[in-house]
């Protein structure tokens, strides 16, 4: 009977052993929530709330992860924009190549236009690729890209910014102009705070930042985000 306990227990310590290996993400990242807990994550690519209109290849969980450099700084950024009683939500960071290969595959399917009106009303899916909206490599795959907002802190609503988060066309566009001066102030809000803190903006995607001194600026990764 001991024997058969040890035999079980050490199966038991085996597998608990592969899931926390399983569960190891690569040297250098974390996930953000570890460095900053009440940071809200709504990651679009593991919903059908996306372009794409399903969930993307590689996205298993709503769990944001990046690069350690990365949650460092951006918590610094959470707390500059808590004194004014906002915070940020983070719509994606670290993004697999495997889910860039799932937009190139998508992007070449021209009869799946499903989320077309309301995410590029004004762009022929054709074009995508020449426009540059879609292309083969991302730079969220380096772990130190972000798409986030602005949110307020009591009722978890968006400031507006003139636009939604993945917006195929020029109203995403960071000096957009035909929009209100509100929604120009909303923008100008989050491109300052990020920037303080040491990120450089898109200036196509008004919610697209990226550490300016990123750790692996040459590295591709493809883990899955899980």
């Known amino acids: 009977m001991k024997i058969k306990i040890a035999i079980l227990v050490s199966l038991f310590l085996i597998l608990v052993s592969f899931k926390l290996d399983k569960n190891d993400l690569p040297e250098g990242f974390v ?69 860039v290969n799932h937009f ?35 730079g969220h795959s380096r772990g130190s890209t972000l798409d986030l907002t602005i949110i307020d802190a009591d009722t978890q609503e968006a400031l507006d910014m003139g636009s939604p988060y993945d917006f195929f066309g020029v109203a995403s566009w960071v000096d957009f102009q035909n929009i209100s001066e509100k929604q120009k102030a909303n923008r100008q809000l989050l491109q300052a705070v990020m920037l303080k803190h040491g990120f450089r903006n898109y200036p196509k995607e008004w919610w697209h930042f990226t550490l300016i001194n990123e750790p692996f600026p040459d590295t591709y990764f493809n883990f899955p985000v899980e």
């Open 104 to 138: 190139m595959t998508w992007a070449r399917n021209l009869n799946d236009t499903l989320n077309k009106q309301a995410f590029y009303p004004d762009v022929n899916k054709r074009h995508l690729f020449q426009e540059g909206y879609i292309a083969s490599k991302s």
């Open 31 to 99: 996930y953000a929530r570890s460095i900053i807990p009440d940071l809200e994550v709504e990651l679009r690519y593991y919903s059908t709330n996306n372009f794409v209109g399903d969930t993307i290849d590689a996205y298993h969980a709503n769990k944001l992860i990046i690069t350690k450099q990365t949650a460092e700084a951006l918590k610094l950024v959470q707390e500059d924009l808590l004194l004014q009683n906002l915070c940020l939500k983070v719509y994606d960071g670290y993004r697999p190549q495997e889910a």
